[in-house]
């Protein structure tokens, strides 16, 4: 594999992850369970689409062949997206958002950390803006986490239940292939496999404040980044595209 | 003939469509003015990635420098070096405490991400330092809620970035 290419593929699956996320937390505008928490997974929102821009913008550069940012996230199939299976999963109540939020963030930071000294320069401006609005990401969830956790008996059991059931999700995002070997070799992506025990520290230690059992690794699901994805990102995407699908090349 | 001294000062006439008491050169938004075979280049850097209002800086910055005589300027944008709050000007600060936001306490956004310790925020109604903050999000990316324990306001906060 060129390194065009998997740079290519390197920013879609940065870009999608942010992007899909984005799109899932922008469900609960008008529907959170308060004003300011409605407020804060709005504002995580647009920070995550606004990051997706960037690295869409990019990939459309680096693939040259006249694709914007719009064109990569209104007009690709289901198949041409890359982001983890985690970020695609349904919202369910507050709690499982949080969870799945969690689990993204810590990722999401220490990935960002390793990427702002990235060979590329692009990728690197990216990183180091994003990491910054991810830190306060990191915290909210964190703090909920803790709070749902070491919170009522129904508060505690419900985001239990989120945690259980989201694991299965958290392993896909450090797998690695083609794109990340060729990527390392050059300095430009980082080895994803060094991160997993940072992220496993950080997850246990945040657990074990919130009184919250860590689920044994078992299983994991996979597939988002090769471009199989569950049935929840077709139903997605047919919100997410609908207008441009509608009414093609509709303009603001 | 234009200097790049005349477009700065262009650039102060133009004010962030979200808190607009702040001119995008008190924000740190515009990063360089040049002059490229006659025609004005600026550049500018978002403050959040999704920040909704840089589209309409752009074109702000594009009518006035068009309103100045100009048929063709550019406006570029780049993420690098990243915004930081550390930039907004001392004005630039002093105008929001006026006009009822808190502005940025300390330096830019601590690294350490889990429970790290809250900025002290003064009240920019009775300026007391007894205030807490309700969520650390607010009415824009930019901002987080506080509440003023003595005087009760709640306000919004420029948060550190």
């Known amino acids: 594999m060129d390194i065009k290419e998997a740079l290519f593929k390197y920013t879609l699956r940065l870009g999608d992850n942010s992007l899909i996320l984005g799109h899932r937390l922008s469900e609960w505008c008008g529907h959170g369970p308060i004003l300011e928490q409605d407020i804060a997974l709005i504002n995580v929102a647009l920070d995550l689409i606004g990051q997706s821009r960037s690295y869409l913008a990019y990939a459309g550069e680096i693939e040259g062949k006249g694709r914007d940012e719009d064109a990569m996230a209104y007009l690709r199939v289901e198949r041409d997206f890359y982001n983890v299976l985690l970020a695609e999963q349904p919202n369910g109540d507050f709690g499982r958002t949080i969870a799945r939020q969690f689990f993204f963030d810590v990722f999401h930071f220490l990935l960002l950390e390793k990427l702002t000294s990235s060979t590329d320069e692009q990728i690197a401006a990216i990183a180091v803006k994003s990491l910054k609005e991810v830190t306060y990401h990191l915290r909210y969830s964190s703090e909920w986490i803790i709070r749902l956790g070491d919170g009522t008996e129904e508060s505690h059991r419900r985001i239990q239940e989120s945690i259980d059931e989201l694991w299965m999700y958290t392993g896909e995002m450090f797998e690695m292939d083609e794109v990340d070997e060729t990527l390392i070799g050059v300095g430009i992506a980082t080895d994803l496999s060094a991160l997993k025990p940072l992220w496993e520290e950080k997850v246990s230690e945040v657990l074990k404040e919130a009184t919250l059992n860590q689920p044994e690794s078992g299983w994991m699901q996979s597939g988002g980044r090769k471009g199989i994805h569950s049935e929840h990102l077709g139903f997605l995407l047919s919100e997410l595209q609908y207008l441009q699908r509608t009414v093609p090349n509709a303009k603001w | ?161």
């Open chain 2, 1 to 161: 003939m234009v200097t790049t001294a005349d477009i700065w000062s262009w650039m102060e006439d133009i004010f962030d469509p979200e808190i607009p008491v702040l001119t995008v050169v008190d924000l740190g938004v515009v990063r360089d003015v040049a002059i490229e075979n006659n025609r004005p280049v600026i550049t500018i850097t978002p403050t959040y990635s999704g920040c909704p209002a840089m589209n309409t800086i752009e074109e702000e910055i594009v009518q006035k420098l068009v309103a100045e005589g100009f048929e063709n300027p550019e406006v570029k944008t780049v993420l690098h070096p990243a915004w930081t709050t550390d930039w907004m000007s001392e004005n630039g600060k002093k105008k929001l405490e006026e006009y009822g936001i808190a502005p940025p306490a300390g330096g830019s956004v601590n690294k350490k991400a889990l429970f790290a310790e809250q900025d002290t925020v003064r009240c920019p109604q009775c300026k007391s330092e007894n205030t807490h903050m309700v969520s650390q999000f607010g009415s824009t990316a930019c901002k987080a809620m506080y509440q003023c324990k003595d005087c009760l306001e709640p306000f919004d906060y420029f948060k550190c970035l």
